[in-house]
């Protein structure tokens, strides 16, 4: 399969690897003349009934015109597909196009022993965005009334079919451009077999220790007792070929010798070793492998002697199984059916209500201890290591479907496909909180090991997109658990309205300042509460105190904060004020001041116990060391909240961009003008192209001529009417009024031949740019939209407001498309300067429904084409009447293909 390449015409970036309808990983790619033998032998493997359906007549074997036919394609008119698994093709797809139209003919075969897995519609899927590539609009094809599975394949994809009988013949013909229904339904498949993918690893029945040892202090033998100890439900072998027994269990000189399937593979043997273990998990059929190993890097990085972790996933996917790692610490499942610790943690952690997902090992070890000592009840735990397979994404898909996790916790060193992560998270998060904690270089430098693209996007690009996902973000593992261990134990707030209790005057009112600081609203202060009684009073008064702030209708949620009595005597009062918070559905944070007791914890959950109906709260109180400390975590919280409880909008498509005509133009243009371009060059586009462009998307700039001599300026003056404008070519001086780089409102020819002379003089100090003349626009607020192709997120778009600030002080805001209606509405209004554009100090507001429009026309575009590398309308004026744009330039370039598509695929090394 590496050679594919070396194929005339062979379409590489076709190439995917997917996860079926069981979970299973399978390659996809297109035929070559090679894969004839490979077809024949699946041919050979079909019914009579298979091939019957397919053919439409019985051949026992396929001749060689026909295996040259079904192999020898030119990858443009005729297409084909095939799935392979141990290098054998389980399924085949393709298509012919009808000559002179935009109509292909398509047809699948899935072998028999794959039937029910899902290969047709990934193979539709992906003969669909090939066709889509190639110009193909439609797809038809003839089924037999009888095969009902692939009627099905065609009726259950999304698309808009149409059916009709002739000759005994079901005929179908649909539009192959994706639709909401077909998106809705890819992304539901890629949902089921991603979280399938995972809980087929966190829910083993038989469990192989690979390279399990008898000497302690040794991975292989603290894995082992970690699995026997954890009372794992499952059954567990081990396999170490110098030894008869390990940890009280039999142990096999390999893998084969063990008569039960084994599900989940633990591997910590030396890393040279690892090709030969991987493999030997393949051929026993092992659905999935968690690799402890060390010492497997980036390409030509590992160990000498071992395979880098490029050939590590490679050699897994062929046999369909999934890999976590390598360098993970392992996996842990606290169901107790299961009670999985396939991890280097001595001790199952609490059974609770959040999932706990991690990369790099030592990040995985810090946020298990501290959900450890915080007593932090956990439903699961993923470290992916190097994370060469298995992601983030994956778990979220899981944690998605599992009912035993309330909310998700994770800690991302890099993006390996940052658009679904915001699709996944931003349906992930409208049912259950998602707590994400990233450095603020997370995405520009790369971890060790970590092979994924880098991004070239503005600084506060990914927060943005973050943002928008509904993910809680956070700067740190610190600020992590205190958000987490809020969602672990309370229920979720109703709105901004802050309670506040304490037995101190002055930290009543800190909480309140510090409340207000993270947009909560203090409403009842009650800093009076007297805890100088005996244990017994002092718990009476504030549970008193706690009912009365509960009973509130004036309180959404509750903060507490507690010092010791007058003669420094700490009470635990957290059993108590548990006990009275179980009772009411608001959310409290608690925070302990002025302890010199080095016993007392802190920043963890007080009177803790483990949930003991799947899905519920875990008991307990969210105990802080400082005040701030409790109501910056509350106050996430909120906002998430509020998040939710807004939705994310609806789609919101301009008139005239409904459907995809208007991308195929798009396309269709920039194909041509990027002929005559090689490598990863940038071109310009003249002002007629890039004008032509924005036109099909109905973005008008106004006209401009650029001129030599004074004679050609007034000649442009008198084609477009004074009053004029002149204009530097320069980018950044031709809205620079103060550095003599536009002169405004020239309205006759004598004063035009003195501005131009002017200007020459004026900006002969930088460089003598060119000039142009321009006609006047109506008066506005200058804004400024730029639109990127990043390697790492895909299209990304940039507002601000003209002038220095944007710049300097980085007043901008992003966002990355698709974007529905509340997407643009943030995005307008995030920058602070953007208070300019809703009226102020008496200018009126603009029309901002117009710029709304505006910025999602251009979204669209840039969504669209990823060949778009750069685009930058600057200024755009915005007034009450409307949107002038002065000036668009737009730089194209051949693209690399997009991390997420409407085709199924799993990230590939």
Sequence with gaps: MGDSARFRGYPAHWEADVVLRDGAAAHLRPVHPEDAERLQRMHAGQSESSIYLRYFTYKSALTQKELQRFTNVDHVDRVSLVVLLDDQIIGVGGYDRIEGTREAEVSFNISDAHQGRGLGSVLLEHLAAAGRERGLEHFSAEVLPENRKMLTVFSEAGYEVQRTFEDGVVLLKFSIDPTERSREVMEAREHRAEARSVGELLAPQQVAVIGASREYGSVGYHLLQNLIESNFTGGVHSVNPEAFEVGGTAAYSSLEHIKQDIDLAIIAVPAEQLATVVTDCGRKGVKGILVVTDGISGHGESVSGAIDQRELVRMARRYGMRVIGPASVGLINTDPDISLNASLSPTLPVRGGVGLFSQSASIGVSLYAQAHRRELGLSAVISAGNRADLSGNDAMQYFEDDDATRAVGVYLESFGNPRKFSRIARRLSLSKPVVVAKSDVMGRRLPPGHEVRTSRAPQGAVDAMLDNSGVIQVGNHDSLMDVLQVLATQPLPVGLKLGILSNSPSMGRLLADAGESYGLQPTTINGELDMEGGRRDS???????????????????????????????????????????????????????????????????????????????????????????????????????????????????????????????????????????????????????????????????????????????????????????????????????????????????????????????????????????????????????????DPMMGPVVSFGISGDAVDLLDDWSHAVPPMTDQDVHRLIRKPKAARKLLGYQGVPAVDVSALEETVQRVAMLKDNHPQVAALQLTPMLASPDGITILHASIDIANPEQRTDSARRAISRY
């Design 539 to 789: 718990a009476r008064a504030l549970t008193e105190a706690l009912e009365a702030l509960f009973n509130d209708d004036e309180v959404d949620s509750v903060a507490v904060c507690l010092q010791p009595t007058i003669t420094g005597v700490h009470y635990d009062h957290a059993r108590a004020i548990s006990e009275t918070a179980r009772g009411h559905t608001k959310p409290m944070v608690m925070s302990l001041i002025g302890i010199l007791d080095p016993h007392v914890p802190l920043n963890y959950i007080g009177n803790a116990g483990p949930v003991i109906e799947s899905g519920a709260l875990q008991q307990g109180v969210p105990v802080f060391s400082s005040p701030a400390r409790s109501v910056a975590a509350l106050a996430k919280v909120v906002r998430y909240q509020q998040w939710r409880t807004r939705g994310i909008g609806e789609p919101y498509i301009p008139v005239g961009l409904e459907g995809t005509a208007v991308a195929r133009q798009g396309d269709e243009l920039l194909t041509t003008w990027l002929a005559d371009l090689e490598g990863a060059a940038l071109k310009r586009l003249s002002q007629e192209q890039t004008q032509q462009l924005l036109g099909l998307y109905g973005v008008e700039v106004l006209s401009s001529i650029p001129f030599e001599s004074a004679d050609e300026a007034v000649a442009a003056a008198q084609r477009l009417g004074y009053p004029v404008a002149v204009k530097s070519t320069n980018t950044y001086l031709r809205h620079r009024l103060d550095l003599g780089g536009v002169q405004l409102n020239i309205d006759d020819e004598e004063t035009l031949r003195r501005t131009v002379s002017d200007m020459r003089r004026t900006l002969a100090e930088y460089g003598s740019p060119g000039l142009e003349v321009q006609a006047m626009a109506p008066t506005g607020q200058g804004c400024i939209l730029r639109a990127i192709e």
